[in-house]
């Protein structure tokens, strides 16, 4: 019932009164539905049953043209003024609008679909004290639902219990925030400790006072009030719809936000009518030609009125008028018909062809093997027919960084211990060599605890290992025990690790894999099985990471009693805690260190330090009473921190990949060449997000100056960016250049343009989400827009899905450029909605994507064929179909124009009437389409070989008002040729045997096959790319004409249809003569060779890109595929902090006594064996060649 109220408070815009403060009672309906909060029901979909036809005819008759034939209908119904049959019209205008509502329609169907597939999920809720299953859309707010193992989270929902000791649960956030890693949500214990008591559930009775709906996924503000004591509730309580429950049995929770009011729909944005900018433009350009079109009228029409005044007197012995109508109503009547005749000017097949157009070349998109992904399967697929020549118009890319850059997986690569490099593979001369797929890997069935899915192939390392040599098994046996991994191990042998970091989990394989396997921790050990011996080590401390401290350590006491503290964190950390005596050593490393940063790879240093017995029983003592401290706490810990983590000794240093997807540095090498400007916008951290940067080449070491914007408050956002401006452009002005303008139909649509600054250098600008939100307000952001453009690249840190789509049309609104934006997950659906073109990557985050895009693929290299090849073919095509159509119209209507001055502005056809019906339909419709179809100035490999050729696409250079104006320039040109050369001709003309051929019907056929011809001519001016479809279409569609008029103005169509076929015996009494071929040859000649001349001298003069491209494929050879290129070494002094995605406090959790309780016997928690959950994803490792190795320093 409350979805239906929902729904018709949607159709009819009624909306509820806005919250102010959300208030909801446990186990109480009665008390919630007071308040008519929004159910758990979603809806994407746009319209329903009873709202589909006013709505979509209201859309379809958003474009102008629609409107103009719906006006010329009208006017055809008056037997006055119309010369053609109301149903041609009438019948074209039908189909054009049924075509488009059954493509809506369809699409409409798929997303009722895709509503209908979520709301009737499934989920357990607790009702009348037994847990009931009920659909997702019949959940409401107050309801207690229960939670099992990989079950989407239904709704916003307040933790209440969990299987898991210390009521926490493992929620996978990918969908939410991009980051793949598990986070740990805790209950509070007042409800913890109903577990999965039915009964004590159903009998609470807690009450929630928390913040209103809204799109804030890090932030939760609220009070849970029981038995008279409240209790502050936070993010860390708090499961939000588009979360995955993991490595959890089950859990309890109480609904707080349903449907649209969840943080997951309040982030999604609005589904908008996408339209491209050719869509923009025709409209204004058919406003115009309907102005120009009444001007003609107007032009005729006094001409007529003129005309009967002076001349209609004699001729009103041959056509009587009809009683009461004089020379002004005549004048009138007069002005209308030629509305209806000059209308070809804008003729319905345009749109037509060009919705037939579109459709073929996002065909061209499905068919495109060279973006199908064999190894999930997938092709490419352009999910909307409307969009395809916006790709051939992009400025902006905005792009996500987790699985849409990144393939989410995170590889253990190399290594360096006590001053050697392992984990590259070198021959005889010292250069390395670049490992394929048939290199040998390196053999663990050594190893019965190793990860079968490891792959290494640096037998050196294994090697030193099993050789015995001490550091590199103290090196090893630190990452076995210096982390806060759990373990499960279901049956013997088969380790699973739960890491609250990718890094984690990476670097904890790689130890297992090489003899130091974790199996197991408890609140006071930690156990090892080190190269087959098990050890327990008791750990004493786990000194926790924050952001400050960017490292982590543990002290442990092995079996001997030895005491040693293990860290590992940030190089620039360390190294200012490290003995003296390792500076040596410190320098070999820091080479080894520049050269895995200049890969691109993350970084970590780890050192060790051994501890005395009573200092450590002394440290803990003051730990302990630091710890219990109400008042400075952290302060005293992190004195405590710093006091022990010192004098440490350098092991070595860690270097895992964050795998980038296949090709994504060349792709966007290719799209910056292309004049594309790349913005990431990601939820991770700043860390992570400048260390892609680095490994796909957003940033390079070579820029000038990575700014920074990460000031808390908006004085210092602004500070911040006003510096990073002055130094890129110290002459610039304070205030940004604003330019003013109108646009839209009836240029009633204000838009304003920031203007770009020159900027000497390359830059780059990186925000975190914190000081973007101060950026994104109306004071400043201005100032962000036009420092962010000054830089070559920009990337956006910790940014909410809001934040996305606003950032996105930010630069929609002040840059008036074409926006795109590619992601994988649910937390990108509101950017993409709010670009101009969507597209979603069918990766591991869901299809919620995909489902919101225009166009998906399966990988982020596809991206640079669908913009390069498709894109810019696609705009190409339908710039040269707009042009041809509008001059081969144009030219069609002019000859009507001036025909009107010799027939008394009557309104009479200067053709035969049959041939202006199938001039559009059959005689010039698949020529114009073929070309369409199938033309393009260069092939695929030359349009990777020069990305250049892309640039004119978003400067409109081949089709805006400017070119329409000349095409109708060329138009009346050609018209004045065609009309007055055929005129002049035959005025005075006669026949071989001297009898007369000038007559009307003679006349017409002269003139409609000059244009004919002079049209078609025109047309293989313009084809740069011939197939034999295009001859077929071109050659045939001219033998078609001669054929139909021979056989139409034969005396068998005569005799039969007397009335419709009048012009008996005209073709073959004027096609053979020798004259009329001449004349037709003449108008030809000269309405062609100004063209080519034309073009010939732009050509020599000003050529463009694609002339000098077309002119050099000329001369060289076709470029073969691009050959695969070993990834050249740079050098860097940049390296990674400590970039794991930790939450500061885990540690605290780990060595808990209570977290690790006896449990009871459960299911495996891994159902699916092969899901990469359960398999710990699959680790893969590379190298690459070496340059000659740069000198140490000593």
């Known amino acids: 019932m409350g979805s239906g109220v929902c729904c018709f408070g949607q159709m009819f815009g009624q909306q509820n009164k806005r919250e102010a403060e959300r208030r909801l009672r446990a186990n109480d309906r009665a008390f919630n539905l007071s308040y008519r909060y929004a159910d758990n029901a979603i809806k994407t979909s746009k319209y329903n049953i009873f709202t589909f036809l006013p709505l979509n005819l209201f859309e379809q008759f958003r474009r102008l043209a629609n409107c103009f034939f719906l006006f010329l209908f009208t006017l055809q119904l008056i037997p006055q003024i119309s010369s053609l049959a109301w149903f041609t019209t009438a019948a074209l205008l039908i189909l054009v609008l049924s075509i488009t509502a059954v493509k809506d329609a369809s699409d409409d169907i798929n997303r009722h679909k895709s509503d209908n597939q979520v709301n009737n999920r499934e989920v357990s809720v607790l009702v009348n004290g037994e847990l009931r299953t009920e659909k997702w859309m019949n959940v409401h707010v107050g309801d207690i639902v229960k939670l099992e193992n990989n079950h989407f989270v239904t709704a916003d929902l307040l933790l209440l219990s969990s299987s898991e000791p210390l009521n926490v649960v493992y929620v996978k956030t990918a969908e939410l925030d991009g980051e793949t890693n598990l986070k740990v949500k805790q209950a509070l214990t007042v409800t913890g400790a109903m577990g999965d008591d039915t009964e004590a559930l159903s009998s609470f009775n807690g009450e929630i006072k928390c913040e209103p709906p809204n799109n804030r996924l890090e932030i939760f503000k609220g009070t849970l009030t029981v038995n008279g004591q409240t209790y502050s509730l936070d993010n860390n309580k708090v499961l939000l719809r588009g979360c995955t429950l993991r490595n959890t049995e089950w859990c309890f929770g109480l609904v707080i936000f349903g449907g649209p009011d969840t943080k997951l729909i309040q982030n999604s944005g609005k589904t908008t009518f996408k339209r491209t900018s050719i869509d923009h433009l025709m409209n204004i350009l058919v406003l115009c030609i309907f102005v120009f079109l009444l001007s003609m009228c107007s032009v005729l029409a006094v001409g007529h009125a003129i005309w009967e005044m002076s001349e209609g007197s004699v001729f009103s012995v041959f056509l009587p008028s009809e009683p009461g109508i004089d020379a002004p109503l005549s004048s009138f009547l007069c002005f209308w018909s030629y509305v209806i005749l000059l209308n070809t000017v804008v003729p319905m097949s345009l749109f037509v062809s060009v919705e037939a157009i579109r459709l073929v070349n996002s065909f061209y998109i499905d068919w495109d093997r060279k973006m199908y992904y064999p190894k999930s399967d997938t092709p490419a697929e352009a999910r909307t027919t409307t969009l395809n020549e916006e790709l051939g118009q992009i400025k902006y890319i905005f792009s996500d960084k987790t699985g849409t850059l990144t393939q989410n997986i995170m590889t253990f690569n190399k290594c360096s211990i006590n001053g050697k490099r392992y984990g590259e593979l070198l021959d005889f001369s010292g250069q390395r060599i670049e490992i394929t797929e048939s290199t040998p890997r390196v053999d663990f069935t050594w190893n019965q605890r190793a990860d079968p899915k490891f792959i290494f192939h640096d037998h050196n390392l294994v090697d030193t290992v099993r050789d015995g040599n001490s550091e590199a098994q103290a090196f090893f046996r630190l990452l076995a025990l210096c982390h806060t991994v759990m373990t499960e191990e279901k049956t013997e042998g088969e380790l699973h690790y739960q890491a609250q970091s990718p890094d984690e989990g990476a670097l904890v394989t790689a130890a297992r894999n090489f003899g130091f396997v974790f199996r197991s921790r408890t609140p006071e050990t930690v156990t090892v099985e080190e190269l087959g011996t098990l050890v327990i080590f008791e750990l004493l401390a786990i000194l926790d990471f924050n952001n400050v401290r960017k490292r982590m350590s543990v002290i442990v006491r092995n079996p001997e009693g030895r005491l040693t503290l293990y860290c590992k964190g940030a190089d620039t950390v360390i190294y200012e805690r490290l003995h003296t005596c390792c500076t040596a050593l410190k320098c070999v490393t820091t080479g080894h260190l520049n050269e895995y940063a200049g890969d691109g790879l993350r970084t970590l240093v780890l050192a060790y330090k051994d501890l005395d017995e009573s200092y450590v029983e002394e440290w803990m003592r003051r730990h302990h009473e630091a710890s219990i401290t109400i008042g400075e706490r952290d302060e005293k810990l992190h004195e405590l921190y710093e006091e022990i983590e010192k004098d440490l000794l350098l092991l070595g240093a860690t270097a895992v990949e964050d795998k980038l997807q296949d090709g994504v540095p060349q792709t966007i090498e290719q799209l910056a060449k292309a004049d594309i400007k790349i913005w990431v916008l990601t939820g991770d951290k700043q860390e992570t997000a400048e260390n892609i940067g680095y490994s796909c080449n957003i940033l390079r070491e070579e820029m000038k100056e990575v700014f920074t914007v990460s000031a808390n408050t908006a004085e210092g956002v602004k500070e911040e960016l006003q510096s990073a401006r002055k130094k890129m452009c110290p002459m610039a002005a304070e205030e940004p250049k604003v330019t003013k303008a109108h646009s839209g139909l009836l240029w009633m649509q204000r838009t304003e343009t920031v203007q770009d600054d020159k900027v000497d250098g390359e830059y780059a600008l990186v925000i975190n989400g914190h000081s973007l939100a101060f950026a994104l307000k109306k004071g400043l952001e201005l100032e962000l827009l036009r420092t962010a453009c000054m830089c070559q690249t920009v990337i956006c840190c910790r940014v909410t899905p809001l934040q996305k789509a606003q950032v996105v049309e930010l630069v929609k609104k002040y840059k008036q450029a074409v926006t795109l934006a590619i992601g994988d997950g649910a937390n990108d659906v509101s950017m993409i909605k709010a670009a101009h073109i969507g597209v979603g990557i069918s990766g591991q985050e869901g299809m919620q994507a995909v489902l919101s895009s225009d166009f998906s693929f399966a990988q982020f290299r596809y991206l640079q064929r669908l913009l390069l090849v498709h894109g810019r073919w696609s705009y190409l095509r339908m710039c040269k179909f707009l042009q041809y159509f509008f001059y081969k119209n144009f030219t069609f209507t002019f000859v009507h124009f001036w025909y009107a001055f010799f027939c008394g502005f009557s309104a009479q056809t200067v053709y035969d009437e049959w041939f202006i019906t199938m001039y559009n339909l059959v005689y010039t419709a698949l020529p114009v389409l073929g070309m369409s179809l199938f033309d393009q100035d260069v092939n695929d490999r030359w349009s990777f070989q020069y990305p250049q050729l892309y640039s004119p696409g978003p400067l409109n250079i081949y089709f805006n008002k400017k070119l329409f104006v000349h095409c109708m320039m060329h138009s009346c040109y050609s018209s004045l040729i065609l009309f007055f050369i055929p005129w002049a001709a035959m005025h005075d003309t006669v026949r071989d045997d001297g009898k007369d051929i000038a007559d009307y019907q003679s006349f017409a056929l002269l003139a409609q096959t000059c244009l004919l011809v002079v049209v078609t001519i025109q047309l293989c001016l313009d084809t740069h790319y011939w197939t034999a479809v295009n001859q077929f279409f071109v050659w045939g569609s001219l033998a078609v004409y001669f054929a139909t008029t021979f056989t139409m103005f034969s005396n068998g169509m005569f005799l039969i249809f007397t009335s419709a076929f009048p012009f008996i015996g005209t073709a073959r009494n004027s096609l053979n003569q020798p004259n009329v071929w001449l004349i037709i040859l003449l108008t030809t000649l000269l309405c062609s060779l100004p063209v080519v001349a034309y073009r010939f001298t732009v ?96």
Do not use: W
């Not at 073969?1120 to 390296?1135: K, N």
């Not at 495996?1164 to 092969?1170: I, N, R």
């Open 1099 to 1194: 050509i020599q003069l000003h050529p463009t890109v694609n002339d000098k491209v077309r002119h050099k494929l000329r001369k060289e050879a076709l470029p073969g595929p691009a050959p695969r290129r070993p990834p050249v070494r740079r050098i860097s002094t940049r390296r990674s902090g400590y970039a794991f995605s930790h939450v500061q406090g885990y540690g605290d959790l780990v060595t808990s006594r209570r977290f690790l309780r006896p449990r009871k016997n459960r299911p495996a928690l891994f159902k699916q064996t092969d899901s990469p959950l359960a398999q710990n994803q699959p680790q893969h490792y590379r190298t690459i060649t070496e340059e000659p190795e740069q000198p140490m320093c000593h």
